[in-house]
Structures are given as structure tokens and as C-alpha cells.
């Protein structure tokens, strides 16, 4: 074999090794850069799950100080109605009130001063439901009315 021959041979040898070099040492480097990447926003989504949980605990106690409010309501010192005369709905809305109702019955009061309200307890930004809204809509503009319903058990 001639010296160019081996010389030519090196030289190739040399081209392959220093491409799988570099090639290497750039796959190495894009690893890299996607394995820091990935670390990223796996602390991006640790993060955000940490504060999701905090949201959700503090919106879960929200909730349970607004149904203690709501069952409690009849002794705090806002409620101006005798908590005799309040019936627990709780939902669509918490209270009706049938205000005057406990002093007719005790003989002290008249059928004219018996005033029905309807109350919901809110706590915090609390506001109502659109269903409550179409409720105090419907009071509002006087769709409000007493039935009596009669059940025969004698047939």
C-alpha cells in the first residue's frame, strides 16, 4: 500500500471520527438543553399544583364558614328576625321568615303583621345565583302566591 493510499485512509478515518465527535458532543448538548427544559417545567407544574391545592383549601374553608354562617345566622346579632319565626330552606334560598308569625301564635301579635321573607346568608364577596336573582325578581314584581293542596288517602 502506498503512503498516499494509508495517508488517505488516516485522513477519512479522521473526517468520520471527528464527525461522530461533534456529533456526539452537539447530541450531548441538546440533551442537555432539553433535559434543563424538562426540569423546568416540571417545577413550573409543581409549583402550579402547590398553588392549586392552596386554592382549593382555601375555597373548601370559604365554603364551610359560609354554611356555618348559614345555619348560624338565627343567633348572630344581624339577623333581625326572631329565630323562632325562621325556617331552614338552604338551598335556592337559606330562610323563610315568617316574621311575627311566633307572636300570633303566642296570642301576642295579628294576622296583619305576619310578613314572609325570603333571606340567603352570604359571607365574604359572596353574591347570588342567578337563580336567586330571578327568585327576588319574582317577589319584586309580585309572582308570589299560598296554595293549599289536599291529599285523600280514603279512596
Given amino acids: 500500500m502506498s503512503i498516499w493510499m494509508a495517508m488517505l485512509i488516516g485522513a477519512g478515518l479522521g473526517v468520520i471520527l471527528t464527525t461522530l465527535i461533534l456529533s456526539n458532543t452537539r447530541n450531548g448538548r441538546i440533551k442537555a438543553e432539553y433535559e434543563q427544559y424538562i426540569a423546568e417545567l416540571e417545577l413550573e407544574h409543581q409549583q402550579a ?3 392549586a391545592q392552596k386554592r382549593s383549601v382555601n375555597t373548601s374553608r370559604a365554603v364551610l364558614k359560609g354554611k356555618m354562617a348559614e345555619q348560624m345566622a338565627p343567633i348572630m346579632p344581624e ?5 323562632s319565626d325562621a325556617k331552614f330552606l338552604g338551598d335556592p334560598v337559606d330562610y323563610v321568615v315568617f ?6 301564635r303566642d296570642g301576642q301579635g295579628r294576622a296583619e303583621d305576619i310578613e314572609v321573607v325570603l333571606i340567603d346568608i352570604k359571607s365574604g364577596g359572596a353574591r347570588l345565583t342567578k337563580g336567586q336573582q330571578a327568585i327576588a325578581k319574582a317577589i319584586a ?5 299560598f296554595e293549599t ?7
Avoid at 339577623?79 to 329565630?83: E, H, W
Wanted: aromatic letters at 16%; hydrophobic letters at 35%; charged letters at 30%.
Fill in 49 to 51: 399544583l402547590i398553588h
Fill in 79 to 83: 339577623f333581625q328576625y326572631l329565630p
Fill in 99 to 104: 316574621d311575627g308569625y311566633t307572636d300570633l
Fill in 141 to 145: 314584581n309580585g309572582r308570589v302566591r
Fill in 149 to 155: 293542596i289536599r291529599i285523600d288517602f280514603d279512596d
